[in-house]
């Protein structure tokens, strides 16, 4: 939209004709998510409240599309970003956050865990340094005190306060561990998410050449990083009537865990009676 026309809209928004507003407010959503500069700066010097209140709620829709889109693309690719699809989550709640800051303190935690490992350790006790560094210096846990807040679904939340779900916190420990090349994927476990260390010519030399899988052992995030072996997952399986279903033992796709962690949002905030939360991470949730 030119420069001319786009003002004259803009112009338009203290109208006080609800016929009038509705159609400048229909030509603004068509426009990029680049509009709201400017729509903020009017926002700023504007002391009338109607045009504020206009303003904030076509920013808002504009940042939701715009996330909306983003989000569709992240789930069309055929191999997706893990990183990218827990950051522009957290930007529907937090359309400001900046990828770099994020990222950055997750670097730094995997840094600090780089700097503690060499070679020479084997793949467990790699994951027993990561383990330190991700829970004892840095504290992270399960949030039980308020476990349905949705704010342990968000990632900067879950890098400032330390406190996040059991999917939320594997998610970053996966991350973490992503970027020091740990070969860990996610299984899609009931109730919570295990990582499996994935390494086909370690399992077979620990484990057999008979040995069917290609995961070394098992990881749980919830339980500040245990080790389990395969002996505890078939029991636990068992145990609850679902030993035969191999989707527990092997990984799955990163976009499964977006997909649930979307899932438990959306139970917060309907449980919370944000209904328009609801809504919007619903249309979100069917694109994966």
Known sequence: MKTDRLQALIALLDDPDEAVYEEVEQQLLCEDSQIIDQLEQIWETSLDELIQTRIENLIQQIQFSDTRTRIWNWGNQKQVDLFEGFFLLSQYQYPDLKLKNVRSKIQKISNDVWLEINNKLTSLEKITVLNHIFYDVNKFSINLNNLNSPQNCYLNQLLETKRGNAISVAILYALVARELKFPLQFINFPKTPLLAYVDTDLAQEAHG????????????????????????????????????????????????????????????????????????LSQIISFL
């Not at 339980?223 to 035969?244: C, H, P, S, T, W």
């Open 209 to 280: 050449k008979d040995y069917q899988s290609s995961i070394l052992f098992y990881i749980n995030p919830s339980n500040k990083g245990a080790i389990i072996g395969r002996k505890e997952v078939e029991f636990f399986l068992n145990k609850n009537d679902q030993y035969g279903s191999t989707d527990f033992y092997e990984p799955c796709e990163d976009k499964v865990m977006i997909k649930k962690l979307l899932e438990l949002l959306i139970e917060s905030y309907d449980s919370l009676g944000y209904q328009d939360k609801v809504d919007d």
